[in-house]
C-alpha cells in the first residue's frame, strides 16, 4: 500500500488536540480507497489546529484574546549577545484578554515578519504555539543592519472556534445559483458542494471522472439537463450578536502587537569562526527573503530577475498553461500587459472570468487561463466552462515545452477540510499520469496568501483556514517533481499590506520564480 503523506511523529512540540466539530452534517463524502482515507485521516491530525476554548453563552467579549493587552519580547538568551547574519531570532509572545489577564490556552491565530522597508528587506517568521497564551516566534537573521519585529494577531483563539463550528453547520454560508432554461421558461435555483436536504429534489452534477460532488435544487417541471449558467450567489450565516464582535478589524483582527521593550535590533556581519545561534523549535527555515525589494530563495535554488526582453527569451516556442482562481489569472495578466508580442485572443468571456488565450506568433508562445471547476465565487458562466484542473490535464500532451502552472485555495474557505484534500487528490492523480507520459512537463503549484480581512471575508476566506490548506497542500505535493511559488510567505514578508491578489512587486517577484524554474540558467 502506498501512503502519499506521513506525519513525523518525533517532534516534541505540545500536540494539538483533533478537532471536536469533525462531524459534518449534511456534507456528502463519496467512499474513499483505503490509501486515500488514510492519507486524509493523517492531513486531518496533523494539520489540526491547537483546541480552541468552549464559548460560554453568552460570550463576554472581556475574556477574549486582545492584542491590545498582548505584548512581545525581544528573547536576549544569556549574554544579551550581539546578532549577526546567520543567527535565529527568538521573539516572545504573551497572549492577554481584554482585561489584561494572561490567557492560559493556545489556539489564537498570528502572523510574524522581520522587516526593513528601507533596504527592502523582510523574511516570514515561524510562530510555535506553545498551547498555555504563550508563543515563540522564530526568525532567521539574512541582513546586515537594523531588524524589526512584527506580530500580528489575525484571529483570537475565540474566533477560531466560531470558523471551526461554521465549517460544520455552516459551509453553505456562501451559495451559489444556476439558471436552468426550456424554451422560454427559466428558472434559478440553489447550488453547493453541501446542499441541505429539502422536499425539493436535487440535481447530482458529480463529475464522474474525478468524482467531484455537486448539487443543485431541481427546478419545478423542468429537466436537470436544462442547466445552463454558474455564479456566486450571496453569504449568508447565522451568528450571534457577541460572535460577530470576534470579527472587528478595529479591536481583534489583524491587529498589531506591541513590544514590551525594543521592537528592533541590528544585525552585524558573521565573523570568522563564530558559530551561528539557531532555536531549538523550528528546524526548517524560511523558504526566502526579500532584499533590496528582490526575493531570494533559501532552497538551494536560484531566483533570477527578469526583464521584457528575457522573459520573452524565456517563453519562447512554450506551451504555458494556467489554472486555478483569480490569483494565478494574476499571472496571466502580468505576461500581458509586460510582453508587448504577447497579444490576447478575444473570446467573448466576462474578463473576471475566462477563459483566456494569448499568443505571441513572432516567438512561438502559447498561454491559456482557464479557472477552475466549483465551487468557484465568479460571475455567471456558462456550465460548459466548468471543468476541473484534474480532467484538464489528462488533456495535455506535455513535453519540454510544456509549462503547467495551478493554484485553488481561495474558493475553499467555507467548507471542511475534506473537500479540499479530496480536491488535491484528483489533482495530483491527475499530475502523476501526466509526468508518467511526458516526465519533461514543467509543474509549477502557487500557494496561497495572507490577505486583508474584513468581517465576511473573515467568515468566508480566513488565513486561518487557507494556512491550514497551505499545509495540505505542500503535503501531498512532497516527494513529486512538482516546483512552489510560496506566495504565503512572499505576501508575509513584503511590506506591503495583505490583499487576496498581492500588489505589483509581489506579483514581479513570483514572475521571477516561475521564469527561474522554466529558464534556470537566464536572467535580466
Not at 549574554?79 to 490556552?105: H, N, S
Not at 483570537?156 to 453553505?172: F, K, Y
Not at 514578508?493 to 509581489?506: G, R
Amino acid at each position: 500500500m502506498k501512503v502519499w503523506y506521513k506525519v513525523n511523529s518525533s517532534s516534541s512540540l505540545p500536540k494539538p488536540t483533533t478537532n471536536r466539530h469533525r462531524r459534518h452534517e449534511f456534507c456528502t463524502f463519496e467512499p474513499l480507497s483505503p490509501e486515500d482515507a488514510q492519507e486524509e485521516r493523517l492531513l486531518l491530525e496533523s494539520t489540526a489546529w491547537p483546541e480552541t476554548p468552549l464559548l460560554p453563552s453568552p460570550l463576554s467579549l472581556e475574556e477574549t484574546s486582545d492584542p491590545a493587552h498582548s505584548t512581545f519580547i525581544i528573547t536576549l538568551g544569556k549574554e544579551g549577545r550581539q546578532w549577526q547574519i546567520g543567527d535565529q531570532l527568538e521573539v516572545t509572545i504573551k497572549i492577554c484578554d481584554f482585561q489584561g489577564r494572561p490567557k492560559k490556552t493556545g489556539g489564537d491565530v498570528l502572523l510574524a515578519r522581520l522587516h526593513n522597508v528601507g533596504l527592502g528587506a523582510g523574511v516570514a517568521g515561524k510562530v510555535v504555539d506553545h498551547l498555555n497564551g504563550i508563543y515563540t516566534a522564530v526568525f532567521s537573521l539574512l541582513w546586515e543592519g537594523s531588524a524589526q519585529v512584527e506580530v500580528t494577531l489575525v484571529h483570537p483563539s475565540e474566533a477560531v472556534t466560531v470558523l471551526q463550528r461554521l465549517s460544520v453547520e455552516q459551509p453553505d454560508r456562501i451559495y451559489f445559483n444556476s439558471v436552468f432554461r426550456s424554451g422560454h421558461r427559466s428558472q434559478t435555483t440553489a447550488c453547493n458542494v453541501c446542499l441541505r436536504p429539502t422536499q425539493q429534489p436535487q440535481c447530482n452534477y458529480t463529475d464522474v471522472r474525478t468524482g467531484e460532488p455537486w448539487f443543485c435544487y431541481k427546478p419545478q417541471n423542468m429537466s436537470c439537463n436544462a442547466r445552463i449558467t454558474h455564479s456566486m450567489g450571496q453569504f449568508k450565516q447565522n451568528l450571534k450578536a457577541e460572535e460577530e464582535k470576534l470579527f472587528d478589524s478595529r479591536v481583534n483582527m489583524k491587529v498589531h502587537i506591541r513590544a514590551s521593550g525594543p521592537a528592533d535590533i541590528t544585525v552585524l556581519p558573521k565573523m570568522e569562526g563564530q558559530p551561528n545561534v539557531e532555536s531549538s523549535l523550528v528546524k526548517s527555515g524560511p523558504a526566502g527573503y526579500y532584499y533590496q525589494g528582490v526575493w531570494h530563495a533559501l532552497d538551494g535554488s536560484t531566483v533570477h530577475e527578469f526583464n521584457t526582453v528575457t522573459i520573452t527569451q524565456c517563453l519562447k516556442g512554450k506551451v504555458v498553461y494556467m489554472f486555478g482562481d483569480s490569483t494565478v489569472r494574476q499571472f496571466f495578466e502580468y505576461l500581458n500587459t509586460e510582453l508587448p508580442d504577447l497579444k490576447e485572443f478575444d473570446l467573448h468571456n466576462e474578463r473576471k472570468a475566462g477563459p483566456f488565450i494569448s499568443l505571441d506568433y513572432k516567438n512561438n508562445i502559447f498561454v491559456k487561463y482557464r479557472f477552475h471547476g466549483p465551487p468557484i465565487r465568479i460571475v455567471p458562466v456558462p456550465t460548459s466552462e466548468l471543468r476541473y484542473i484534474a480532467n484538464e490535464l489528462d488533456g495535455i500532451t506535455g513535453g519540454s515545452n510544456t509549462v503547467v502552472i495551478f493554484c485553488i485555495w481561495a474558493h475553499f474557505g467555507t467548507f471542511p477540510m475534506e473537500i479540499y484534500i479530496r480536491r488535491l487528490q484528483n489533482i495530483r492523480r491527475a499530475v502523476v499520469r501526466l509526468q508518467d507520459r511526458a516526465p519533461d512537463t514543467l509543474i509549477i503549484i502557487r500557494t496561497g496568501n495572507p490577505k486583508e480581512l474584513t468581517p465576511i471575508v473573515a467568515l468566508t476566506n480566513s488565513d486561518w483556514h487557507s494556512y491550514q490548506a497551505d499545509k495540505v497542500l505542500r503535503a501531498m505535493f512532497k516527494g513529486l517533481n512538482v516546483n512552489f511559488v510560496n506566495a504565503w510567505e512572499m505576501t508575509l514578508a513584503h511590506h506591503l499590506p495583505h490583499d487576496l491578489h498581492p500588489k505589483p512587486p509581489i506579483i514581479k517577484n513570483m514572475i521571477n520564480v516561475i521564469m527561474s524554474y522554466m529558464c534556470p540558467q537566464k536572467g535580466g
